[in-house]
Nanobody
Framework: QVQLVESGGGSVQPGGSLRLSCAASGSIFRFNAIAWYRQAPGQERELVAHSTSGGSTNYADSVKGRFTISRDNAKNTVYLQMNSLKPEDTAVYYC????????????????WGQGTQVTVSS
């Protein structure tokens, strides 16, 4: 059973920084694609950042140049570094990972974290 546990959320003033972590536990062979999503009150969940297994990344236009997605394969952990935070970044942030749990036979599935609240306010 694979679980993703997020941490690092909290309250910060505009212009501040936070680093979200998403640690995977369980029977994990490797990560394929990883992503971070967010959902603000009354709004749909939106993709914030995505990284393929090859390391290609893409970001929502609203966070380009401010957020960075990364991974530490040795620690089975995914990160989202958020700089120059704005009030409109306030949301619950969710990590999502496509995780390979077995090679023979091949088995992979998408998993979600439970979400972590980020609040940007003065």
């Amino acid at each position: 059973q694979v679980q993703l546990v997020e941490s690092g959320g909290g309250s910060v003033q505009p212009g501040g920084s936070l680093r979200l972590s998403c640690a995977a536990s369980g029977s994990i062979f490797r990560f394929n694609a990883i992503a971070w999503y967010r959902q603000a009150p009354g709004q749909e969940r939106e993709l914030v950042a995505h990284s393929t297994s090859g390391g290609s990344t893409n970001y929502a236009d609203s966070v380009k140049g401010r957020f960075t997605i990364s991974r530490d394969n040795a620690k089975n952990t995914v990160y989202l570094q958020m700089n120059s935070l704005k009030p409109e970044d306030t949301a619950v942030y969710y990590c999502n990972a496509d995780i390979v749990t077995r090679i023979v036979p091949y088995n992979a599935a998408a998993y979600w974290g439970q979400g972590t609240q980020v609040t940007v306010s003065s």
